[in-house]
C-alpha cells in the first residue's frame, strides 16, 4: 500500500500544538499563558477527531517503521484522551508558572512518544520513540524546583538512563544477529540466530520497556516520582508512558519474535506474576494515597503484561490488551483526579467523603472498584479478556495467580473506600476542575463496561 503522510494526521496535529504552544509562550506574559494550554488542547481534540476517523477506514496504512493498524488505533486515542484529562488537571496548579506553557508542551511531546513507540515497527524508531516519551517526562516530574519531587525526578533519570542503556545494547545485539533493525527482518533472521544471542538481545530491550511500563525489575522509580511529583504529573507518568509502553512490547512480541524465541511467553509470564503480586502486597501497608496508587499502577502493569505473554499464542491476547490498556488509562486518570480534587493525601483526610461531595465519592468507588474488576467496569471485561487469554495459551497457573491477587487487591482498595462513608471530619470542597474529570472518567468507565459488546464486535 502507497505511503500516504494524511495517515500521521492525528501524530501530526499534536506535534503541531507543541510547536505552537511552545512558540506563542515565548512572546505571551506569564498572566496569558493559559492559552498554550488552549492550543494544546484544541491539538489533542483534533487529533482525537482524526484517530477517531482512521480507526473507522477499512484499509491499513503500512510505512517502512510505523504501522498504522488497531493497536496504533488505540493507543492514539487512549494516549491522547488520558493527555487532555491530565492537561485539565494541570491547568490549575501550574497557573501563573513561569514554566507554565513549557509544561504544557512537555506533556505534550512525551504524550507524542508514547504513540510512536506503540506504533513503531523498527528497532531504530522504537529507541527514539523511548526517549521522546521519557525525557519530557523527566523534566516534568521534577518541574517544581526545590520541591519533594526533584530527588524522585533524579531517580527516575537515573534509572530510565541506566535501563536505556540495557535497551540500546539488546537493540545492538538483535540487529545484528538478525541482519536488521525492522521487524520483518527480525522474524526472518532471528529464525535461524544463535538462541543465547537472542535470548540476551530480547532481555536487554526488555529492560527499557518494562521500566516505561512500571514492572518489574524496572518498577523502583514509581512510587517515588508518584509521591513526590505533582498530582497532575503523577497521573499523566502512570498512565501515558504505560499505554504506550504496553503496545510497543505486544507489538514485538507478535510481530519480532519468531514462535517461541527467547522463551518469550514464559519470560513475559514470569514477570508479569511477579509485578502483579509485589505491586499488590506493597499496597497493603500504604497510608499515603498517591503510594498507594503508585503500587496499584505495578500491579495493573502485571495484568497487562498477561496479554503480552499470549502474543501469537491466543487469538483474545491482542483484545484483551487493547480493550484493557483503555480501560485502565480512564480508570487511573480518573482515580488521580480524585486526588487533586480532595487535595488530600492521607487515608483519613477521606473520611466523609462521600458526605461532603456525593458525586466526587462516587467517582472514587467506582474507580477503586473499577481497578478490582468489579462489574460493570471498563476493568472487568478487560479482565475477563485476560483471563481468557490466559487459558486460550494454556497458561493456567497464571490464570491462578492473576484471580489469586485481583481478589487480594480488594483489601488495600476497601481500606480506602470505607472512610469515604464515614462522618465527614472537616467541611474543605473539591475543587470543581478535577470533580468534573474524575466524574468523566468514572461514567467512561462505566461505558466501556456497559458498551463492552459493541467496542468489541468493531
Avoid at 184 to 199: E, I, K, Q
Avoid at 448 to 458: E, K, M, N, Y
Wanted: glycine share 10%; with cysteine.
Amino acid at each position: 500500500m502507497n505511503e500516504n503522510p494524511a495517515d500521521l494526521a492525528p501524530e501530526l496535529c499534536v506535534l503541531l500544538a507543541a510547536v505552537l504552544g511552545l512558540v506563542n509562550g515565548l512572546f505571551l506574559p506569564r498572566t496569558r499563558q493559559w492559552r498554550v494550554a488552549v492550543i494544546c488542547a484544541a491539538g489533542l481534540a483534533a487529533g482525537l477527531v482524526a484517530a477517531g476517523v482512521a480507526a473507522t477506514r477499512a484499509d491499513l496504512a503500512v510505512f517502512d517503521a510505523f504501522e498504522v493498524d488497531p493497536i496504533t488505533h488505540v493507543t492514539r486515542i487512549a494516549v491522547m484522551a488520558a493527555t487532555l484529562a491530565v492537561l485539565a488537571l494541570a491547568a490549575g496548579p501550574v497557573r501563573g508558572h513561569p514554566r507554565e506553557s513549557e509544561h504544557y508542551v512537555l506533556i505534550l511531546l512525551s504524550a507524542l512518544g508514547a504513540i510512536v513507540l506503540g506504533a513503531s515497527s523498527d528497532l531504530l524508531v522504537l529507541v527514539a520513540a523511548y526517549l521522546l516519551a521519557s525525557i519530557p517526562a523527566y523534566a516534568l516530574a521534577g518541574f517544581g524546583k526545590d520541591a519533594p519531587g526533584t530527588e524522585a525526578a533524579l531517580k527516575y533519570y537515573l534509572m530510565g538512563a541506566l535501563l536505556g542503556v540495557f535497551m540500546l545494547a539488546g537493540v545492538t545485539v538483535l540487529s545484528g544477529v538478525g541482519r536488521g533493525t525492522s521487524y520483518a527482518a527480525l522474524r526472518a533472521g532471528l529464525a535461524d540466530a544463535p538462541s543465547a544471542a537472542v535470548a540476551a538481545g530480547v532481555v536487554a530491550l526488555l529492560a527499557g520497556l518494562l521500566f516505561k511500563a512500571g514492572a518489574v525489575p524496572g518498577h523502583f522509580w514509581v512510587p517515588d516520582v508518584t509521591e513526590g511529583a505533582p498530582p497532575a504529573v503523577a497521573a499523566f507518568v502512570t498512565t501515558v508512558p504505560k499505554i504506550g509502553a504496553f503496545a510497543a512490547l505486544y507489538r514485538f512480541g507478535a510481530e519480532a519474535l519468531p514462535p517461541g524465541a527467547a522463551g518469550w511467553p514464559t519470560l513475559v509470564a514470569v514477570v508479569a506474576a511477579a509485578t502483579m503480586t509485589l505491586g499488590n502486597l506493597a499496597a497493603f501497608g500504604q497510608d499515603n494515597v498517591r503510594r498507594l496508587l503508585a503500587y496499584s499502577t505495578v500491579s495493573q502493569a502485571g495484568y497487562l503484561l498477561v496479554p503480552v505473554a499470549m502474543a501469537g499464542r491466543a487469538d483474545l491476547a491482542e483484545p484483551a490488551l487493547l480493550y484493557y490498556v483503555a480501560a485502565y488509562a480512564v480508570t487511573n486518570a480518573g482515580a488521580f483526579a480524585v486526588v487533586l480534587a480532595a487535595g488530600r493525601d492521607d487515608l483519613a483526610g477521606y473520611a466523609g467523603l462521600m458526605r461532603r461531595s456525593p458525586v466526587l465519592g462516587l467517582s472514587l468507588v467506582i474507580c477503586l472498584l473499577g481497578f478490582i474488576g468489579t462489574p460493570p467496569t471498563a476493568v472487568f471485561v478487560g479482565k475477563v479478556l485476560m483471563f481468557g487469554a490466559a487459558l486460550d495459551g494454556r497458561y493456567l497457573w497464571l490464570a491462578v495467580v492473576a484471580a489469586v491477587n485481583t481478589v487480594a487487591s480488594v483489601f488495600y482498595y476497601l481500606r480506602w473506600i470505607v472512610p469515604a462513608f464515614r462522618r465527614p471530619d472537616g467541611t474543605s470542597r473539591p475543587a470543581r476542575g478535577a470533580t468534573a474529570v474524575a466524574v468523566a472518567a468514572a461514567l467512561l468507565s462505566l461505558a466501556l463496561g456497559i458498551g463492552a459488546g459493541v467496542a468489541l464486535a468493531r
